[in-house]
């Protein structure tokens, strides 16, 4: 009866106000990034680099896994459904540690926000954003701007260097405690009317994870770090003991040649995420690392991740 206990365990946490969320979806996730001390020195290139496309694919498996909880439980959704997808990955992303942030989570939420900063300086210098505006999702720089946003309001003290820069402009950041107090109380009406009961622990489906054999060492190196982290298999293990769905939900990690994507689709109820999005992510913080020092320790979150390693001059 473990997943009683655990369960019992997620209920309490429910009732005393704290965190539920977080420690129901994600992962306890203790890579070789969280067993260093909080030295930014002492990280290396490589440990960063393994954070940052880490944190992207946290951050993509659980906006895909909102999705799927909005399918599966025909959950109410008032606005975009991209955006509330956005909205259940961040928030579960903050309280991934415990209410009190901490530094490595912030870390990975701004390696996130950073990696939606690069896409859309991307898409601004390789396509124009004509795209962009019809798509289905926010545009890449307001997943910046809504990720820093949640993050800062979850805890406005640790944060205060992203308010009023270029990550948070003072306008927009005034409202974001009283945002992410809303995500918070959302996802704690998700847990309280949807998450498995007590009693409801068989038949237990839920998601199941299956990484097809890559075809690139740039793609089998994220893959081993995915094995490695347990990162991708908790997550799914918690989805799966905190919800009661009535049938699987395979994560799958497939080769999709010249598609960088991830997505679900609710007609076979399946989450596949491309190695090609991996690789993606890698190239991307892999440029960051080449690009000018001044754009990297002109940018908030960059230069929270970068700045020891490149010797920004003090703000
Ligand atoms: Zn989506």
């Known amino acids: 009866m473990i997943a009683e206990t655990k369960y019992g365990k997620a209920v309490a946490f429910l009732r005393s106000g704290f965190f539920a969320f977080g420690l ?130 979850a805890n406005p003290d640790e944060l205060s260097f992203l308010l009023d820069s270029e990550g948070l402009p003072a ?42 054999p890559t075809r690139d060492p740039r793609h089998e190196k994220v893959r081993g770090w995915i094995v490695s982290s347990g990162l991708v298999r908790d997550i799914a293990a918690r989805a799966t003991e905190f919800f009661p769905w009535r049938r699987e939900v395979p994560v799958r990690f497939v080769n999709c040649p010249g598609s960088a994507e991830a997505f679900y689709n609710r007609n076979v109820a399946e989450i596949t995420v491309c190695y090609e999005l991996l690789e993606l992510f890698l190239t991307s913080v892999e440029k960051d690392f080449a690009a000018e020092l001044a754009v990297v320790c002109g940018n908030a979150g960059l230069r929270r991740l970068f700045a020891a390693r490149l010797s920004c001059l003090p703000e």
């Open 24 to 153: 129901l979806l994600s992962a306890v996730w203790e890579g070789p990034v969280a067993a260093q001390d909080n030295e930014e020195a002492a990280l290396s290139r490589e440990e960063i680099v393994q954070l940052v496309v880490l944190a992207n694919l946290e951050f993509t498996l659980l906006h895909e896994i909102g999705h799927a909880l909005i399918d599966h439980f025909e959950l109410p959704v008032f606005g975009r459904e991209e955006d509330a997808a956005d909205q259940i990955a961040t928030t579960t992303m903050i309280l991934r540690n415990n209410a009190d942030v901490d530094a490595y989570a912030i870390d990975r939420l701004l390696a996130v926000s950073g990696q939606w900063l690069s896409e859309w300086k991307e898409e601004r210098r390789v396509l124009g954003s004509a795209h962009a505006f019809w798509d289905s999702h926010s545009l890449s720089i307001q997943r910046f701007y809504n990720i820093n946003c949640l993050l800062y309001g």
């Open 171 to 212: 306008e927009r950041g005034f409202l974001c405690e009283d945002a992410y107090k809303l995500a918070y109380r959302s996802n704690l009406w998700l847990l309280e009317n949807y998450g498995r009961a007590a009693t409801d622990i068989v038949p237990f489906h839920g998601l199941t994870v299956e990484f097809q």
